[in-house]
Nanobody, 128 residues
Framework: VSLVESGGDLVQTGGSLRLSCVTSGFRFVAYDYAIAWFRQAPGKEREAVACNGNVVDSSFYADSVKGRFALSIDNVSDTVYLQMNNLKPEDTAVYSC????????????????????WGQGTQVAVSP
């Protein structure tokens, strides 16, 4: 299993970005799965931004991104997206996608360490 993120960039406050997480080694249509985006800013702990999947109890968005970010899954290309609108300087971080496969039940409240597969991350920087 491989996850490769891209789409990070330097943008101004109020701008938009769409992050991609291209997966390989499995097909979403063939598995029970949970998918999440996490971010980590310098000097801060990694935090969950968005989470969903066909076995999660309920989808999740961090309060700080609700109404601005949207997670979507393309089952044809097995790519996960994070659309980020109205970006703020506090959104500056390294964003990573994570996948858990083959589980019959999952909670988006689980910490990052519970996920089995991770990408390398993509840097997002938002200037004031």
């Amino acid at each position: 299993v491989s996850l490769v993120e891209s789409g990070g960039d330097l943008v101004q406050t109020g701008g938009s970005l769409r992050l991609s997480c291209v997966t390989s080694g499995f097909r979403f249509v063939a598995y029970d799965y949970a998918i999440a985006w996490f971010r980590q800013a310098p000097g801060k702990e990694r935090e969950a931004v968005a989470c969903n999947g066909n076995v999660v109890d309920s989808s999740f968005y961090a309060d700080s991104v609700k109404g601005r970010f949207a997670l979507s899954i393309d089952n044809v290309s097995d790519t996960v997206y994070l659309q980020m609108n109205n970006l703020k300087p506090e959104d500056t971080a390294v964003y990573s996608c994570a996948v858990e496969l083959g589980t019959s039940k999952w909670s988006c409240k689980y910490p990052w360490s519970y996920y089995d597969y991770w990408g390398q991350g993509t840097q997002v920087a938002v200037s004031p």
